[in-house]
């Protein structure tokens, strides 16, 4: 993307912002994990922490969260997901399963879950402190054939749970997000208002 993910600007605000708004519905506690920079304003007052020592990539941010609170189930958030709605996290946490340690969504195959809009049991820590230890950084590999949940995304939230990774993936997001919040003012009379690298943890309360 040639700069921060963290910092991506969609419309009237900041992606991040978003997602941590969206999060934020659903949660008792957000946090943001990792060193990336932030926007300015509000989300610089925010509690932060940082990825888990010598250990690279989202692993790292996972990593550290369930080490911070190793009781909590926690909702992993990559910060480059421009269309996350409360909704769809909301979905995300009714799909919890009795002795599933993780609930990795998958939008075409079960193969190919996708761990970073993802929920995470206090008995995932062990498994992912096994895999750092052993130089696996990956945590789609990680939870291959695993006791993980992996349920389809239903098509009204596919959006939701996509990322973007390229300029031309940013650019059709961007348009859209445009286009929809001139929707909104126009619907509304009103100006509309305005969550790894830096990504964004939620805790939500006890199933």
């Known amino acids: 993307m040639g700069f921060s993910k963290s910092l991506l600007r969609a419309g009237s605000g900041f992606v991040l912002e978003r997602i941590v708004a969206a999060a934020g519905e659903v949660s008792r506690e957000v946090v943001l994990v990792g060193e990336a920079p932030l926007p300015p304003g509000e989300l610089s007052a925010m509690r932060r922490i940082q990825d888990a020592p010598g250990v690279e990539g989202p692993l790292g941010g996972l990593l550290a969260a369930l080490r911070w609170r190793p009781r909590a189930r926690w909702i992993l958030i990559s910060c480059d997901a421009p269309f996350l709605s409360a909704d769809a996290l909301r979905w995300l946490l009714a799909q919890a399963k009795p002795g599933a340690i993780a609930v990795v969504p998958h939008l075409d195959a079960p193969e ?8 995470y049991t206090p008995r995932a820590r062990s498994l992912m402190e096994q895999a750092a230890r052993a130089g696996e950084r990956s945590i789609r590999r990680i939870l291959a054939r695993k006791r993980i949940h992996s ?23 961007l348009a859209e997000i445009e286009k929809r919040e001139r929707q909104a003012s126009g619907a509304s009379g009103s100006s509309p208002a305005a969550a790894s690298g830096s ?9």
């Open 112 to 119: 190919t879950p996708e761990p970073l809009i993802a929920l």
């Open 151 to 173: 349920p389809r995304v239903p098509e009204d939230l596919r959006k939701a749970f996509a990322n973007v990774n390229t300029p031309e993936e940013w650019r059709a997001a």
């Open 199 to 207: 990504g964004a943890a939620g805790r939500p309360g006890s199933p």
